[in-house]
């Protein structure tokens, strides 16, 4: 049985009260991160589509939704640390064992540290990767790291490497061309703070 859009109204708000409120001790409320990476998984697959890749659009959805679930437990990385609080969500939404080891696998790869297996998986890795590149992924993982006690120059040592990596685990066609224009939008930008670091 597919998941409606009933459920999935319901996924979507137990996902954005865990990262409204929970996330990073509710300092991350109000952020569109989600809303971002849905909308981007859905291009992404209707490219897949059009492309003969057949993908279930509801599983996207549902995982692009819960794939930050973790971070209302631990916001140093473990996708998987909330793991039994989504399921028994899932479960309540009368969601199939199936489709629920679907979603769980989408939210285990989507950051590159596990290998995304099935189509849906990369294709929120892709989404999510999307979202944290080019200008308004500099900030966000500023952001982000700055909320882990990072100093700023630990942080910009560290934006284009993790940049740089999260581009090489792309997947899809779509993903990697809109990643490359990213990219070039921050060439001027590490070259002017690679000169402020070294005190030029």
């Known amino acids: ?31 569109k991160h989600l809303f971002r990476t849905v909308l981007l998984a859905e291009r992404i697959a209707d490219d897949e589509i059009s492309r003969g890749n057949p993908v279930d659009k509801m599983i996207i959805k549902a ?3 819960l794939h930050d679930s973790g971070l209302a437990k631990d916001i140093h990385g473990d996708a998987l640390c909330n793991q039994d ?5 899932l479960e309540e939404l009368d969601i ?11 939210i285990r790869g989507h950051d590159g540290r ?18 944290k590149m080019g200008p308004l992924g500099v900030v966000r993982e500023t952001w982000k790291r700055s909320q882990m006690g990072w100093t700023s120059e630990r942080i910009c040592e560290h934006l284009r490497n993790h940049l740089d990596r999260r ?9 990697k061309g809109l990643a490359e224009k990213l990219d070039q939008s921050l060439t001027p930008f590490f070259f002017t703070l690679g000169g402020q670091l070294s005190l030029k």
């Not at 596990?114 to 979202?131: F, G, N, Y």
Request: hydrophobic fraction near 45%; charge should be negative; charged fraction near 30%.
């Open 63 to 65: 995982g692009a939704w």
């Open 1 to 31: 049985m597919m998941i409606d859009e009933e459920q999935l109204k319901k996924i979507k708000e137990f996902a954005v009260d865990l990262d409204w409120n929970r996330a990073f001790g509710g300092k991350s409320y109000g952020n």
């Open 167 to 175: 581009k090489s685990l792309l997947n899809t066609a779509f993903a």
């Open 114 to 131: 596990s290998l995304a297996l099935s189509r849906e998986a990369k294709i929120v890795h892709d989404a999510d990767t999307l979202e």
């Open 85 to 89: 609080e989504v399921i028994a969500f």
């Open 96 to 106: 199939s064992d199936e489709d629920t080891r679907k979603i769980i696998d989408c």
